[in-house]
């Protein structure tokens, strides 16, 4: 790898404002380095090294729940831990390849499903008689809940983010 250029305590500091908010309080580590794993990528492909992106990211609160501040190494083996597959999505089938996550849909899905039936829709008079009694499977009944507002704000996108870093205009 190439030697990278030396950033100052402030352009580590710049780098840490544009990645707090991209970090809200609870998130889990791994999976916020496997979204962000472009961004991070992109950066060390830049002029960034992965210490001076670990300062920052330490900086700016992004951490284990130990507190523990970021080192090169650690951070570089965490970012690459992230993005290695889930367990269970790359199961093999007993005949072929592994499928792709698109196909393990697919296959899941392709189970027929029984026509739901409202609430309220079934009165007991088209039930026959002592329907209600048998310890026959009867359908759960489902009913629609209310859409719940957000709680937290938007997070920056990543194009905002990229132009910032690179010192362009966001997208429009």
């Given at each position: 790898?190439?030697?990278?250029?030396?950033?100052?305590?402030?352009e580590i500091?710049?780098?840490?404002?544009?990645?707090?908010?991209?970090?809200?309080?609870?998130?889990?580590?791994?999976?916020?380095?496997?979204?962000?794993?472009?961004?991070?990528?992109?950066?060390v492909h830049?002029?960034?090294?992965?210490?001076?992106?670990?300062?920052?990211?330490?900086?700016?609160?992004?951490?284990?729940?130990?507190?523990?501040?970021?080192?090169?190494?650690?951070?570089?083996?965490?970012?690459?831990?992230?993005?290695?597959?889930?367990?269970?999505?790359?199961?093999?089938?007993a005949t072929?390849?592994?499928?792709?996550?698109?196909?393990?849909?697919?296959?899941?899905?392709?189970?027929?499903?029984?026509?739901?039936?409202?609430?309220?829709?079934?009165?007991?008079?088209?039930?026959?008689?002592?329907?209600?009694?048998?310890?026959?499977?009867?359908?759960?009944?489902?009913?629609?809940?209310?859409?719940?507002?957000?709680?937290?704000?938007?997070?920056?996108?990543?194009?905002?983010?990229?132009?910032?870093?690179?010192?362009?205009?966001?997208?429009?």
């Open positions: 790898m190439s030697r990278k250029r030396i950033h100052t305590e402030a500091e710049s780098l840490a404002e544009m990645l707090r908010p991209l970090w809200r309080q609870g998130d889990v580590v791994r999976p916020w380095l496997r979204q962000h794993y472009g961004m991070l990528l992109e950066l830049g002029d960034w090294s992965w210490a001076a992106i670990a300062r920052a990211m330490t900086l700016a609160g992004i951490t284990y729940s130990t507190g523990k501040a970021w080192d090169a190494d650690w951070l570089q083996s965490e970012v690459y831990r992230a993005r290695r597959p889930l367990k269970g999505y790359q199961r093999k089938t072929g390849p592994p499928q792709s996550t698109a196909q393990q849909a697919e296959t899941a899905f392709a189970v027929p499903v029984p026509e739901a039936v409202p609430v309220g829709a079934r009165d007991s008079q088209s039930d026959p008689p002592g329907a209600s009694d048998s310890a026959e499977f009867q359908p759960a009944r489902f009913t629609a809940e209310p859409a719940r507002p957000l709680i937290r704000p938007p997070l920056s996108t990543y194009d905002e983010v990229m132009a910032r870093l690179l010192g362009k205009k966001s997208p429009p």
